[in-house]
């Protein structure tokens, strides 16, 4: 009889430091507005989906998050109580913020 396929370990965090994120990981994202999946990919880069059908979301450049007010940003981390911050393009000058996030889970690649 064939060994069951362990769950993925999914942690919740206050905070997600975005260079610690490994290819294949994933990241939960809870907001009042709908759930976003990031599925990390090599340098920088990611897919996003969400089941908010107005979230703009796709390959996209993971650059970090903002504060829930969107005035502070905060490279490389993705914290519980701000927004997730992404662009479509590596020289892009604005980027594409999510709602407020009220949990934040990560969920390792498996091995």
């Known amino acids: 009889m064939a060994s069951p396929i362990p769950a ?3 942690t919740t ?8 994120l490994k290819v294949r990981d994933r990241v939960i ?20 989906s969400s089941t908010n059908s107005t979230a703009q979301a796709g390959q996209i450049i993971l ?3 903002t504060n829930a007010d969107v005035t ?7 914290v519980l109580g701000g927004r997730l911050a992404y662009a479509f393009d590596e020289e892009a000058l604005e980027l594409v913020t999510t709602p407020v996030i ?5 969920e390792p690649s498996p091995k």
């Open 8 to 10: 993925p370990v999914r």
């Open 13 to 20: 965090q206050q905070k997600i430091s975005v260079e610690d």
């Open 29 to 48: 994202l809870l907001t009042a507005k709908g759930t976003y999946f990031l599925t990390v990919g090599k340098k920088g880069h990611a897919i996003l």
């Open 63 to 65: 650059k970090g998050g």
């Open 72 to 78: 502070e940003y905060t490279p490389n981390r993705i």
């Open 102 to 106: 009220d949990s934040l889970a990560h």
